[in-house]
């Protein structure tokens, strides 16, 4: 019965039996391979069909191709959790991608168009607007990730990365600072920030 009783007192105590482990069938002369269990160990490879859009942590599962069952039980099921790789050039966000592109000083100010890459080894035109700062972002609609089970494609985002130019000749140097004094009414943002702190330490003498 795969059980044994055993009498204390006035008591009938029921446990598994430690010879067969509950299986009621004992096996007296045991395979030298697997000692009776019915089962050995072994690897192999197995080919996994990646959907596209997986994320990390998504579980694909292989049905019967875990561990043999005891004793001719039927097999189990091996799960597998994908991990998906950092990329050089593009940082993901659910199926939405990032790409960070620097553009030079000139190319800010004056606007243009530059070439960036997209996630399936294309190239994407994109179209800066004159006076871009180092921040901006631009979307280039279904450059994305494909979402997981046919749910449509994400969208790319590029943000823009002002490079400050180094290494500059002296006549460049000269150009620049030329310009920088030919340009009081050309940087808003700089000329709103130290007002609002002149205003500051005004009130602070106040």
């Known amino acids: 019965m795969g059980k044994v009783r055993a009498q204390q007192g006035f008591f009938t105590v029921e446990r598994t039996c430690p010879t067969c482990s509950g299986l009621g069938q004992i096996i007296k002369n045991p395979c ?33 191709e875990g561990e043999a069952g005891m004793r001719g039980g039927p097999p189990g099921d091996l799960y597998i959790f994908v991990e998906v790789s950092d990329h050089k050039l593009f940082e993901r966000d659910s199926v939405n ?3 960070r592109v ?11 168009s530059i070439e960036v890459p997209t996630i399936d080894g294309g190239r994407g035109r994109v179209q800066i607007p004159a006076g871009s700062q180092s921040g901006r972002q631009m979307r280039l609609r279904g450059k994305g990730m494909p979402a997981l ?6 969208d790319m985002f590029i943000e823009l990365a002002v490079e400050t130019p180094v290494n500059l000749t002296s006549r460049q140097k000269e150009l620049l600072r030329e310009f920088d004094d030919l340009g009081e009414d050309n940087h808003p943002e700089s000329k709103s920030f130290f007002s609002s ?3 500051f330490w005004d009130g602070m003498k106040g």
């Not at 192999?44 to 942590?57: C, D, F, K």
């Not at 620097?102 to 243009?112: N, Q, R, T």
């Open 97 to 99: 991608l990032y790409c």
């Open 149 to 154: 089970r046919g749910g449509g494609i994400g």
């Open 32 to 64: 030298k391979s697997c000692n009776g269990a019915g089962r050995v160990e072994k690897e192999r490879a197995l080919s996994v069909n990646i959907p596209a859009g997986v994320e990390t942590g998504t579980r694909i599962r292989l049905a019967g």
């Open 102 to 112: 620097p553009v030079s000083m000139a190319k800010a100010a004056l606007g243009g």
């Open 197 to 199: 702190v002149k205003s």
